[in-house]
């Protein structure tokens, strides 16, 4: 019964996900079809779906699912930070109409909608194979773009959060500590050099052991 219990959870958790991330997509297409910036027709659905994709760790962590703690928590991490950190922290349309929000947009959206669908149909005991190639493929591409998106919105944040010192502590105060945002940010950015490498690499041999497994089952005709 508990099975039962967690397997309907998933299907519900991330059929939900997958209608966000649809809707977000949508969105940021219509406004690209407006020649509008997409950040601010998908600002409060980004900030709803991104924040609950937070459970995936406690997922993880509790066995619900097979994927890696740490993986998971390092790039719920870095779209968390993306999303309250820099986006909602720095309204400025020099990171919120960027190219690198666009880009982040899309390539999140387009993601999530596959990974999402993939998982919910999975649990259901339905994988069509092009959804399946597509999760699995599509990432080689999707997956720098986001990077590249996200990175280069830190980038456009950091003059501001310098400037006006956000989140930042300064010396001398009564707990005789200093710390500078902009600072940790750089750092951020500079832990992409280790972390990026690591998770594509992941997702490559991800990709070689799903796509062998659909090759090695037997098909229905």
């Known amino acids: 019964a508990s099975m039962q219990a967690g397997a309907a959870y998933l ?3 991330n059929g939900v996900q997958c209608i966000g991330w649809l809707a977000i997509l949508l969105l940021a297409e219509l406004s690209a079809i407006n020649n509008a910036p997409p950040y601010p027709s998908v600002t409060t659905l980004l900030q709803l779906f991104q924040t ?20 998971t928590a390092i790039q719920v991490f870095s779209r968390v930070l993306l999303v309250w950190g820099i986006l909602y922290t720095v309204p400025d349309p020099s990171v919120t109409e960027s190219i690198g ?12 909608v596959m990974r999402y669908g993939y998982y919910a149909l999975n649990l259901i005991g339905f994988r069509p194979f092009p959804l399946l190639w597509a999760r699995y493929s599509l990432f080689i591409v999707l ?9 280069l919105c830190i980038y456009a944040a950091l003059p501001i ?27 951020i950015m500079l832990s992409y050099l280790v972390f990026f490498p690591q998770l594509y690499c992941y997702m490559f041999a991800q990709r070689k052991k ?11 005709d």
Not at 52 to 62: Q, R
């Open 210 to 220: 799903m796509l062998r497994l659909d090759d090695a089952r037997p098909h229905a």
């Open 52 to 71: 609950a994709a937070v459970l995936e760790i406690v997922h993880s962590a509790v066995r619900l699912v097979r994927s890696p703690v740490f993986t």
């Open 11 to 13: 299907l519900l958790y």
């Open 101 to 112: 929000c666009m880009l982040l947009i899309i390539a999140w959206s387009v993601t999530e």
């Open 161 to 187: 959060i310098g400037k006006r010192g956000i989140y930042s502590i300064s010396m001398p105060n009564s707990f005789n500590f200093a710390f500078d945002y902009g600072y940790c940010l750089i750092g």
């Open 143 to 151: 997956y720098p773009m986001g990077v590249t998106g996200e990175l």
